[in-house]
């Protein structure tokens, strides 16, 4: 009845009010929003191999360990507990192969490497976007300008690529997109990290506009990164939850692989200047 247009701006607006008041409100409300969107985006990324013929993924030890080790990250980042605390990742992580021991699978080795991989993809990301803000005194917070040169990045290549998308971009991988969209995308995404250094954080032009360079080929990256999933696995959205955007994956992807780069070059920028 409102079309996918609708549901899109509707949702999408929603969305937005929620991430960027919650990051607006409290770094604990902040953690909260942002550990729910985590544990959905983990079991997403478990179900996408719920009819796979080959990969056999125990979700439920995945969620498991993924949430314990996020929780021990995030208490970390809050100082709820000693940073000696990190020991227990390493035999947590191990504790992910004792399953295939009993579990007489084909391809122990598919299994385990899945299962790893979802944390690292999902919770990994997650984490340090709480991890950075927590140690943010900006006075626009440096993952709120992250997502809006994300947000910005995503918008103007789709816009730009309608307009005068002629040149595929990853034909085989997202025939929508094009090179003509990814400039578009890129040239939008500078200037506003250029406005976000000059009028906003003062001072700061140097590192949004490098910000900038970082977050528009990463966004891209991790758009075409999990169009490739869900391309080689038959699948359209990674969920339901988002009315119009599909699933937690599909409204963070871009988001995923953007932020580890992102918080590196937060961290060098902090100890450099």
């Known amino acids: 009845m409102l079309g ?4 899109r701006i509707i ?23 942002f550990s729910f969107f985590m544990v959905v985006g983990l079991w997403e990324f478990y179900r996408f191999f719920k009819q ?44 992910l192969i004792l399953n295939e021991l009993w579990a007489k699978h084909q391809h122990p080795l598919l299994n385990i490497s899945v299962l790893v991989f979802g944390i690292i993809y999902v919770v990994v990301p ?27 990045n995503d918008s103007f290549a789709y816009f730009t690529g309608r307009k005068f998308g002629k040149h ?6 997202s025939p929508k997109k094009t090179w003509e969209g990814t400039f578009g995308g890129l040239v939008f995404t500078v200037l506003l990290g250029v406005l976000i250094g000059t009028y906003i954080n003062h001072g700061e032009i140097l590192f949004w506009t490098i910000s900038a360079l970082i977050i528009a080929p990463c966004a891209i990256f ?23 955007h599909g699933g937690v994956l599909d409204r963070f992807d871009a988001a995923l692989f953007a932020i580890p780069f992102f918080y590196c ?5 902090l100890y450099w200047r």
């Open 168 to 173: 595929k971009l990853f034909e085989r991988i």
């Open 52 to 95: 796979h013929e080959i990969v056999e993924v125990p979700k439920e030890i995945g969620l498991f360990i993924g949430i314990f080790i996020y929780v021990l990250l995030v208490g970390i980042s809050f100082e709820w507990y000693s940073v000696i605390s990190l020991t227990l990742i390493f035999p947590l992580f191990f504790t």
């Open 4 to 7: 996918n247009l609708g549901q």
């Open 265 to 269: 070059w937060s961290i060098i920028y």
């Open 11 to 33: 949702t999408g607006s929603i969305f937005g009010v929620v991430v960027i008041g919650s990051m607006l409100w409290n770094p604990y409300v902040f953690a909260l929003v």
């Open 222 to 244: 991790g758009d075409l990164l999990e169009s490739l999933f869900k391309r080689s696995l038959g699948i359209k959205d990674s969920g339901t939850i988002l009315p119009g």
């Open 126 to 152: 997650f984490y340090l976007s709480i991890d950075l803000h927590v140690r943010d005194t900006s006075p626009l917070p440096k993952v709120l300008g992250m997502f809006l040169l994300i947000w910005t």
